[in-house]
């Protein structure tokens, strides 16, 4: 099943919503940091209510980290980005693959964005809105993979 990488998340209750997410869902939820918060944060827990004992958590201290650590795993590195290069319907989603998403203000780094084996953007219909909420993304993204993949939460 595909792993859920977050690369600097900023706002607790996006990170918070996520984890639940992951929860629901059995997903493995990485956060890389530097982190915008505290993983004690109160807002961070209330988001996540009480299913922090069903989050599957690793935290990365720093981008190299994460990267040694992904390099000694199975699975490619599929970066979310506005500057993706497919549609993620486009793209073919594998079981062992890592779902990366970067921080609410800056989206992925460009090391990341390099390391990555392929980008692909969520479409949207208006070109005015510059990009989706960060949980939002997540959902979406994990979901159309476990679709492909035909997994469901039952």
Same mark, same amino acid.
């Given at each position: ?54 989050? =599957? %958590?690793?935290?990365?201290? !720093? ?7 992904? *390099?000694? +795993?199975? #699975? ?54 510059? =990009? %989706?909420?960060?949980?939002? !993304? ?7 993979? *476990?679709? +492909?993949? #035909?997994?469901?939460?039952?």
């Amino acid at each position: 099943m595909p792993q859920l990488v977050l690369v600097n998340p900023q706002i607790p209750p996006n990170t918070g919503n996520i984890a639940r997410t992951c929860a629901a869902t059995r997903t493995d939820l990485h956060l890389v940091g530097p982190l915008g918060f505290e993983i004690t944060d109160r807002y961070l827990k209330r988001a996540g209510l009480d299913y922090w004992p069903y989050v =599957s %958590l690793k935290i990365h201290p !720093s981008i190299e980290a994460f990267i040694q650590f992904h *390099r000694q +795993q199975a #699975g490619r590195c599929v970066g979310f980005s506005v500057r993706g290069k497919c549609s993620h319907f486009q793209f073919q989603f594998q079981a062992d693959d890592w779902l990366l998403f970067g921080s609410e203000t800056e989206g992925l780094p460009a090391e990341i964005l390099e390391y990555c084996a392929q980008t692909v953007y969520i479409p949207m219909s208006e070109p005015g809105v510059r =990009s %989706l909420n960060l949980s939002v !993304s997540a959902a979406i993204g994990l979901f159309e993979a *476990r679709r +492909q993949l #035909g997994e469901s939460i039952a």
